[in-house]
T-cell receptor, first 113, second 113 residues
């Protein structure tokens, strides 16, 4: 699975959009981009995933560049409860071990009142 | 639908002992994965089970083992505990192995003294 690079920490004002970048320059054509977050001492929570098109759900939007070498997770209106470590993960489609997630160090997002 | 349930939530063991952790996946999910989280190494994949068969294994010593039962419930066992085994052990379940989101439990916090 491709390696990802994320900034170690970011701050965001409450109510503003939080834009979390992720670099995955070695991504292969059959690899998806997944985002999870982990609030302190809880299990990771799935947020969103995509292959090449932009995706949106009730939690966030995922913007993937045309060359697929980077992506941005957007939390449109950050709240204090969004304070967490956000992990960008690239994983291949199908095969054995498809649920083998390689978590990097993630980005610690702090939402400031 | 009930989420992933891990028991116990907290555990204290002494060096040299063994421990068994339990994970009940979401009803209908057949894939169960285990992860270890420590401050130094972050989230690391231990192994994945699907239909009672180990599908993939991370880079951990043989003291770490697991199994899955016919009802998809899974256990992991750590023998001859070391201080470095102190960690949060997380279990994740998925409906199948192919490119699906993983749902995590709250974890079992193991402390080895």
């Amino acid at each position: 699975d491709a390696k990802t690079t994320q900034p170690p920490s970011m701050d965001c004002a409450e109510g503003r959009a939080a834009n979390l970048p992720c670099n995955h320059s070695t991504i292969s054509g059959n690899e998806y981009v997944y985002w999870y977050r982990q609030i302190h001492s809880q299990g990771p929570q799935y947020i969103i995933h995509g292959l090449k098109n932009n995706e949106t759900n009730e939690m966030a939007s995922l913007i993937i560049t045309e060359d697929r070498k980077s992506s941005t997770l957007i939390l449109p209106h950050a709240t204090l409860r969004d304070t967490a470590v956000y992990y960008c993960i690239v994983r291949r489609l199908g095969g054995t071990g498809a649920n083998n997630l390689f978590f990097g160090t993630g980005t610690r997002l702090t939402v400031i009142p | 639908k009930a989420g992933v349930t891990q028991t116990p939530r907290y555990l204290i063991k002494t060096r040299g002992q063994q421990v068994t952790l339990s994970c009940s996946p979401i009803s209908g999910h057949r894939s169960v994965s285990w992860y270890q989280q420590t401050p130094g190494q972050g989230l690391q994949f231990l192994f994945e089970y699907f239909s009672e068969t180990q599908r993939n294994k991370g880079n951990f010593p043989g003291r770490f083992s697991g199994r899955q039962f016919s009802n998809s419930r899974s256990e992991m066992n750590v023998s001859t505990l070391e201080l470095g085994d102190s960690a949060l052990y997380l279990c994740a379940s998925s409906p199948q192995t192919v490119n699906t989101e993983a749902f995590f439990g709250q974890g079992t916090r193991l402390t080895v003294v």
